[in-house]
Protein backbone atom coordinates (compact mmCIF):
# COMPACT_ATOMS: atom_id res chain seq x y z
CA UNK A 1 0.00 0.00 0.00
CA UNK A 2 1.02 3.49 -0.44
CA UNK A 3 2.11 5.23 3.01
CA UNK A 4 4.84 7.06 4.58
CA UNK A 5 6.73 4.70 7.22
CA UNK A 6 9.38 5.39 10.11
CA UNK A 7 10.80 2.34 11.52
CA UNK A 8 12.28 3.72 14.48
CA UNK A 9 9.49 4.00 17.04
CA UNK A 10 11.52 4.83 19.94
CA UNK A 11 14.88 6.23 20.11
CA UNK A 12 16.51 6.99 23.28
CA UNK A 13 19.94 9.20 23.07
CA UNK A 14 22.11 11.07 25.51
CA UNK A 15 22.53 14.52 24.96
CA UNK A 16 25.37 15.35 22.10
CA UNK A 17 24.57 11.85 20.35
CA UNK A 18 24.07 12.58 16.65
CA UNK A 19 20.42 11.47 15.63
CA UNK A 20 19.17 9.99 11.95
CA UNK A 21 15.42 8.72 12.27
CA UNK A 22 13.94 7.20 9.30
CA UNK A 23 11.40 7.88 6.79
CA UNK A 24 10.67 5.79 3.61
CA UNK A 25 7.57 6.28 1.15
CA UNK A 26 6.42 3.94 -1.27
CA UNK A 27 4.52 6.23 -3.82
CA UNK A 28 5.24 7.38 -6.83
CA UNK A 29 4.72 10.39 -8.57
CA UNK A 30 5.68 14.19 -7.33
CA UNK A 31 7.08 13.69 -3.92
CA UNK A 32 6.71 16.70 -1.82
CA UNK A 33 7.91 15.34 1.59
CA UNK A 34 7.62 16.72 5.50
CA UNK A 35 9.04 16.61 9.14
CA UNK A 36 7.48 17.78 12.07
CA UNK A 37 7.74 17.82 15.47
CA UNK A 38 5.83 17.66 18.25
CA UNK A 39 7.09 18.58 21.67
CA UNK A 40 5.35 17.75 25.23
CA UNK A 41 2.07 18.84 25.36
CA UNK A 42 2.24 21.30 22.48
CA UNK A 43 1.18 21.09 18.64
CA UNK A 44 2.77 19.59 15.55
CA UNK A 45 5.37 22.33 14.07
CA UNK A 46 7.27 22.08 10.95
CA UNK A 47 10.88 20.98 11.09
CA UNK A 48 11.30 20.77 7.34
CA UNK A 49 10.20 20.34 3.63
CA UNK A 50 11.35 19.15 0.06
CA UNK A 51 10.02 19.92 -2.83
CA UNK A 52 12.50 19.40 -5.35
CA UNK A 53 16.01 20.90 -5.84
CA UNK A 54 18.56 20.04 -3.60
CA UNK A 55 17.95 16.79 -2.00
CA UNK A 56 19.65 18.37 1.59
CA UNK A 57 16.97 20.19 3.20
CA UNK A 58 18.21 22.17 6.25
CA UNK A 59 15.24 22.80 8.78
CA UNK A 60 15.25 24.78 12.18
CA UNK A 61 16.98 23.68 15.48
CA UNK A 62 19.97 21.99 13.22
CA UNK A 63 18.19 19.67 11.79
CA UNK A 64 18.85 18.32 8.04
CA UNK A 65 17.30 15.96 6.11
CA UNK A 66 18.10 14.08 3.08
CA UNK A 67 15.55 12.90 -0.44
CA UNK A 68 17.63 9.68 -1.38
CA UNK A 69 14.95 9.16 -4.53
CA UNK A 70 17.00 5.92 -5.35
CA UNK A 71 16.10 4.92 -1.76
CA UNK A 72 12.79 5.84 -1.37
CA UNK A 73 13.80 7.77 1.90
CA UNK A 74 14.09 11.15 3.90
CA UNK A 75 15.54 10.46 7.14
CA UNK A 76 16.40 13.38 9.84
CA UNK A 77 18.94 13.88 11.23
CA UNK A 78 20.89 16.41 13.28
CA UNK A 79 24.45 16.06 14.60
CA UNK A 80 24.41 16.57 18.12
CA UNK A 81 20.76 16.40 20.05
CA UNK A 82 20.14 18.26 23.22
CA UNK A 83 17.55 17.51 25.96
CA UNK A 84 15.34 19.75 24.72
CA UNK A 85 14.74 18.09 21.83
CA UNK A 86 13.10 15.25 23.32
CA UNK A 87 9.34 15.27 21.61
CA UNK A 88 7.99 12.89 18.90
CA UNK A 89 8.98 13.05 14.99
CA UNK A 90 6.38 12.67 12.07
CA UNK A 91 7.49 12.24 8.22
CA UNK A 92 4.69 12.90 6.09
CA UNK A 93 3.26 13.43 2.67
CA UNK A 94 0.83 16.11 2.53
CA UNK A 95 0.27 16.13 -1.24
CA UNK A 96 -0.98 12.41 -0.81
CA UNK A 97 -2.12 13.05 3.18
CA UNK A 98 0.32 10.31 4.84
CA UNK A 99 1.92 10.28 8.19
CA UNK A 100 4.55 7.95 9.34
CA UNK A 101 3.79 6.51 12.75
CA UNK A 102 6.05 8.59 14.65
CA UNK A 103 8.98 8.33 16.62
CA UNK A 104 9.62 9.55 20.09
CA UNK A 105 12.83 10.88 20.84
CA UNK A 106 14.05 11.18 24.44
CA UNK A 107 17.45 12.52 25.00
CA UNK A 108 18.85 11.62 28.50
CA UNK A 109 20.94 14.92 30.41
CA UNK B 1 2.81 34.79 13.80
CA UNK B 2 -0.63 33.51 12.77
CA UNK B 3 -1.95 29.93 13.97
CA UNK B 4 -4.65 27.63 13.77
CA UNK B 5 -6.53 27.48 16.95
CA UNK B 6 -9.33 24.86 17.92
CA UNK B 7 -11.61 24.52 21.09
CA UNK B 8 -12.49 23.11 23.30
CA UNK B 9 -8.85 21.38 24.07
CA UNK B 10 -10.13 18.35 25.79
CA UNK B 11 -14.12 17.79 25.43
CA UNK B 12 -15.70 14.14 27.19
CA UNK B 13 -18.94 12.76 26.39
CA UNK B 14 -21.36 10.16 26.08
CA UNK B 15 -21.81 7.43 23.43
CA UNK B 16 -24.68 8.43 20.96
CA UNK B 17 -23.89 12.07 21.38
CA UNK B 18 -23.24 14.71 19.06
CA UNK B 19 -20.03 16.64 19.22
CA UNK B 20 -18.76 19.81 17.03
CA UNK B 21 -15.21 20.21 17.40
CA UNK B 22 -14.34 23.76 16.11
CA UNK B 23 -11.26 25.48 14.28
CA UNK B 24 -9.91 28.79 13.56
CA UNK B 25 -7.79 28.40 10.58
CA UNK B 26 -5.15 30.74 9.52
CA UNK B 27 -7.18 34.02 8.05
CA UNK B 28 -5.72 33.80 4.58
CA UNK B 29 -5.66 30.25 4.29
CA UNK B 30 -8.02 27.87 1.53
CA UNK B 31 -7.52 24.41 2.16
CA UNK B 32 -8.63 23.16 5.68
CA UNK B 33 -8.37 19.51 6.91
CA UNK B 34 -8.99 17.60 10.10
CA UNK B 35 -7.08 14.58 11.07
CA UNK B 36 -6.85 12.17 13.79
CA UNK B 37 -4.70 10.43 16.06
CA UNK B 38 -5.92 7.56 18.67
CA UNK B 39 -4.08 6.98 21.21
CA UNK B 40 -0.64 5.33 20.38
CA UNK B 41 -1.72 5.18 16.88
CA UNK B 42 -0.59 7.24 14.11
CA UNK B 43 -2.21 10.32 12.77
CA UNK B 44 -4.74 9.36 10.30
CA UNK B 45 -6.37 11.85 7.31
CA UNK B 46 -10.35 12.53 8.00
CA UNK B 47 -10.83 15.01 5.39
CA UNK B 48 -9.88 18.15 3.33
CA UNK B 49 -12.24 20.93 2.28
CA UNK B 50 -11.86 23.67 -0.38
CA UNK B 51 -14.42 26.19 -1.73
CA UNK B 52 -17.11 25.09 0.73
CA UNK B 53 -16.87 21.62 -0.66
CA UNK B 54 -15.36 18.51 0.65
CA UNK B 55 -12.39 18.05 -2.07
CA UNK B 56 -10.96 14.48 -0.52
CA UNK B 57 -12.02 11.92 2.46
CA UNK B 58 -10.60 8.49 3.94
CA UNK B 59 -12.68 5.74 4.87
CA UNK B 60 -12.52 6.78 8.40
CA UNK B 61 -14.89 9.71 7.28
CA UNK B 62 -18.38 8.39 6.93
CA UNK B 63 -21.60 9.43 7.47
CA UNK B 64 -21.42 10.04 11.15
CA UNK B 65 -19.04 12.53 10.25
CA UNK B 66 -19.57 15.90 8.68
CA UNK B 67 -17.59 19.36 8.47
CA UNK B 68 -18.48 22.89 7.50
CA UNK B 69 -17.12 26.27 7.51
CA UNK B 70 -20.26 28.44 8.89
CA UNK B 71 -18.56 31.55 8.74
CA UNK B 72 -15.42 33.24 7.52
CA UNK B 73 -13.70 32.17 9.85
CA UNK B 74 -14.40 29.03 11.36
CA UNK B 75 -13.92 25.18 10.41
CA UNK B 76 -15.97 22.85 12.30
CA UNK B 77 -15.75 18.81 12.42
CA UNK B 78 -19.59 16.94 13.69
CA UNK B 79 -19.99 13.66 14.43
CA UNK B 80 -23.39 12.77 14.98
CA UNK B 81 -23.11 9.63 17.22
CA UNK B 82 -19.84 9.22 19.18
CA UNK B 83 -18.92 5.89 19.63
CA UNK B 84 -16.37 4.77 22.08
CA UNK B 85 -13.55 4.11 19.63
CA UNK B 86 -13.85 7.97 18.50
CA UNK B 87 -12.05 8.58 21.53
CA UNK B 88 -8.70 10.64 20.14
CA UNK B 89 -7.02 13.55 19.41
CA UNK B 90 -8.85 15.81 16.72
CA UNK B 91 -6.09 17.77 14.68
CA UNK B 92 -7.30 20.83 12.51
CA UNK B 93 -4.65 21.66 10.11
CA UNK B 94 -4.43 24.69 7.05
CA UNK B 95 -2.73 25.84 3.86
CA UNK B 96 -2.22 28.52 1.67
CA UNK B 97 -3.11 27.81 -1.78
CA UNK B 98 -0.38 27.00 -4.37
CA UNK B 99 1.75 23.92 -4.76
CA UNK B 100 3.71 23.90 -1.38
CA UNK B 101 1.31 21.62 0.35
CA UNK B 102 2.67 22.83 3.63
CA UNK B 103 0.28 22.65 6.52
CA UNK B 104 -0.01 24.44 9.73
CA UNK B 105 -1.66 22.28 12.37
CA UNK B 106 -3.86 23.84 15.68
CA UNK B 107 -3.08 22.26 19.32
CA UNK B 108 -5.51 19.35 18.71
CA UNK B 109 -8.73 18.34 21.16
CA UNK B 110 -8.51 15.13 22.84
CA UNK B 111 -12.41 13.58 22.38
CA UNK B 112 -13.12 11.19 25.05
CA UNK B 113 -16.28 9.25 24.26
CA UNK B 114 -17.39 7.79 27.59
Known amino acids: AQSVSQHNHHVILSEAASLELGCNYS??????LFWYVQYPGQHLQLLLK??????LVKGIKGFEAEFIKSKFSFNLRKPSVQWSDTAEYFC???????FGSGTKLNVKP | EPEVTQTPSHQVTQMGQEVILRCVPI?????FYWYRQILGQKVEFLVS????????KSEIFDDQFSVERPDGSNFTLKIRSTKLEDSAMYFC????????????FGPGTRLTVT
Open chain 1, 27 to 32: YGGTVN
Open chain 1, 50 to 55: YFSGDP
Open chain 2, 27 to 31: SNHLY
Open chain 1, 92 to 98: AAFNKFY
Open chain 2, 93 to 104: ASRLAGGTYEQY
Open chain 2, 49 to 56: FYNNEISE
